[in-house]
């Protein structure tokens, strides 16, 4: 369950009165999406409608039947996010946006390389296209889809290329845990070597490369690396 002080309002005016619930707002869009896969206790702070939640004041069973024809609170829920509209503070939602900027600009220089120079694009370089591109960040829109459309809006102003590249890592034994820990969500195979040592391949996003690298290479100065063709 969502806590009061991360909550935020959705709200619906309807026959001249105001309901509101409080809602987590990581997960405003996955629940009209499909809210069958979150519980209403993970989503709701309060598992209640309010006239004026931050009073308390809650309607009566009256007016809830007159303005929803129901008492069941996930449906008036899906009402009200349906009519509705979420209320942020100022601060509440410029963290959100900002939060969200970062997530997306993280996300194109880990994963997408420059196709001339087969190297990411820096961080500051990536943000300051956005800027230009105007891209306005939902604070509410999922995130895959905003990468989606960010993506689309800098392709025109810097070149961008998503591709993948296959890295062997061979390491002694005693690195095996803390490396393949760390490799283990981009393994393709693996094996023990007959001197003990232990061997991998993994596929990653091109823009992950040199950071991958110098992972391993903190876990085990040993360790040795080479890019396969594809």
Known sequence: ??????AVLARLEKGGKRY????????????????????LDEFM???EIFH?????ERPTEEALMNAFETLDVETILKFILDKGSIQLTTAQRKARVEHMRQQIIHHIHSQAIDPK????????????ALQESKYSVDPFK?????IKDAI???????????ESVRLA???PGSAYGSVSQLLRTYQKKEGWLENGDWACVIEIPAGMKGDIIGQVLKRSNNAEVKELSS
């Open 117 to 128: 120079s087969k190297s990411p694009h820096p961080r500051t370089r990536i943000e300051l």
């Open 169 to 171: 890592f061979r390491v």
């Open 20 to 39: 509101e619930a409080l809602v987590d707002p990581d997960l405003v869009e996955q629940w009209k999406e499909d809210s069958s896969n979150i519980q």
């Open 1 to 6: 369950m969502v806590s009061l002080d991360n």
């Open 52 to 56: 004026d939640a931050r009073a308390g």
């Open 152 to 162: 689309a809006k800098l392709k025109p102003l810097i070149p961008l290329s998503f």
């Open 45 to 47: 702070a309060m598992d």
């Open 142 to 146: 999922r995130l895959e889809e905003q």
